[in-house]
């Protein structure tokens, strides 16, 4: 029987109530199954290549040593840019993943253009160029009414209103031949936040991005190993710090830590099947990466990312994961590592009186 059909307690010549079911809807991703399945497929392999090329190069230069020097450099990102170019023509999609792969080696590879503009600079105009374009030309707003984007424009706001408060304290003059730079850093991220999640299409393009992340976090974990693998013979403990692309090992410690979100959220939403466990090297490449970094806070951040992680996934995966980490600690405290137990141990020594706060702490004032 069809829609349309009368129900055979209908009486003839009654109206239908009933409307028919609405086919899914393509500009919505999570109507249309089909999609959804087909997330992962040529745009996510090809964008991937594109992203080895750059990351290959760094690591080319990282283990052999390289020296390009500027000619090899910005003749990489010549011939990179018009690759990137070809691509562009489909989208927004694969600048983005160029921004993830590059913006956490920025500081190792700056790519100074001119006095003021270097390559952070020109990949913010233009995203900054494509979100308007995209927004005109598609008739969208330039602001999608996401969750937690109006959490996150509040703090922008309060954090606007902190520079003016600054410069009433200190002065005009002061605080822009002394601190204006670092403020715009610090504004980076609510700039690099709303052009992301503006420039997202769909929850398809949503994914292949984490896919970006993972492939960025794989790429840091392993300039970490390989710095490790030079500096594991030092003989203190500050001397052995991992400085990381960002060149702090506080910086670096929290970088592996956001780095190392996805890979376990791919790895809960999966737990206890079998493909939990794909990324599972990756993941315990970080962790000794994080280790190397001796940053007591990042331990206690992985801890609390852990916490709620699992909590987000189960209370009975939380109380899982509390268990286990409960038994280690209390009943196999061999399994924690001593270099970790070290570091952790500073925090509780005494020191003489003349004696200095270590390089990481002094780096904070």
């Given at each position: 029987?069809?829609?349309?059909?009368?129900?055979?307690?209908?009486?003839?010549?009654?109206?239908?109530?009933?409307?028919?079911?609405?086919?899914?809807?393509?500009?919505?991703?999570?109507?249309?199954?089909?999609?959804?399945?087909?997330?992962?497929?040529?745009?996510?392999?090809?964008?991937?290549?594109?992203?080895?090329?750059?990351?290959?190069?760094?690591?080319?230069?990282?283990?052999?040593?390289?020296?390009?020097?500027?000619?090899?450099?910005?003749?990489?990102?010549?011939?990179?840019?018009?690759?990137?170019?070809?691509?562009?023509?489909?989208?927004?999609?694969?600048?983005?993943?160029?921004?993830?792969?590059?913006?956490?080696?920025?500081?190792?590879?700056?790519?100074?253009?001119?006095?003021?503009?270097?390559?952070?600079?020109?990949?913010?105009?233009?995203?900054?160029?494509?979100?308007?374009?995209?927004?005109?030309?598609?008739?969208?707003?330039?602001?999608?009414?996401?969750?937690?984007?109006r959490l996150v424009g509040i703090w922008f706001f309060l954090s606007v209103i902190s520079v003016f408060t600054a410069i009433y304290h200190i002065g005009l003059h002061p605080f822009i031949w002394n601190y204006l730079l670092s403020a715009r850093g610090f504004f980076d991220q609510f700039i690099i936040f709303f052009l992301v999640v503006n420039l997202i299409q769909d929850k398809n393009m949503a994914r292949r991005l984490i896919v970006y992340m993972m492939f960025s976090a794989a790429v840091i974990f392993l300039y970490g190993i390989h710095e490790w693998w030079l500096t594991r013979g030092a003989s203190s403990i500050e001397k052995s710090r991992l400085l990381g692309p960002i060149g702090q090992p506080n910086e670096f410690a929290a970088q592996i830590i956001y780095s190392l979100a996805p890979l376990l959220a791919y790895g809960a939403y999966y737990f206890p099947r079998w493909k939990s466990w794909r990324l599972a090297p990756i993941v315990l490449i970080g962790l000794k990466v994080l280790l190397a970094a001796f940053s007591r806070g990042a331990y206690l951040a992985f801890a609390m990312e852990l916490a709620t992680l699992s909590f987000v996934k189960s209370k009975k995966f939380f109380v899982l994961v509390l268990l286990v980490i409960g038994t280690i600690y209390f009943f196999i405290p061999a399994l924690v590592p001593n270099s970790m137990k070290a570091r952790v141990a500073q925090t509780y020594q005494d020191h003489e009186v003349d004696s200095k706060i270590d390089k990481s702490a002094d780096s904070r004032f």
């Open positions: 029987m069809s829609v349309t059909t009368p129900h055979p307690r209908q009486k003839p010549g009654g109206l239908n109530n009933r409307r028919p079911a609405s086919a899914p809807s393509v500009e919505n991703p999570a109507e249309n199954p089909v999609e959804n399945v087909n997330w992962a497929g040529k745009e996510l392999y090809s964008i991937l290549r594109l992203l080895a090329v750059p990351a290959l190069f760094v690591l080319s230069i990282i283990v052999f040593k390289l020296h390009p020097g500027k000619i090899g450099l910005y003749g990489f990102a010549l011939v990179f840019g018009l690759l990137l170019l070809i691509q562009l023509r489909k989208g927004p999609e694969p600048l983005l993943a160029l921004v993830i792969i590059y913006y956490p080696l920025s500081k190792l590879y700056p790519v100074l253009i001119a006095p003021g503009i270097n390559g952070t600079n020109l990949l913010e105009l233009f995203l900054i160029s494509f979100w308007v374009i995209h927004a005109y030309k598609n008739q969208r707003k330039m602001f999608n009414p996401l969750p937690f984007t």
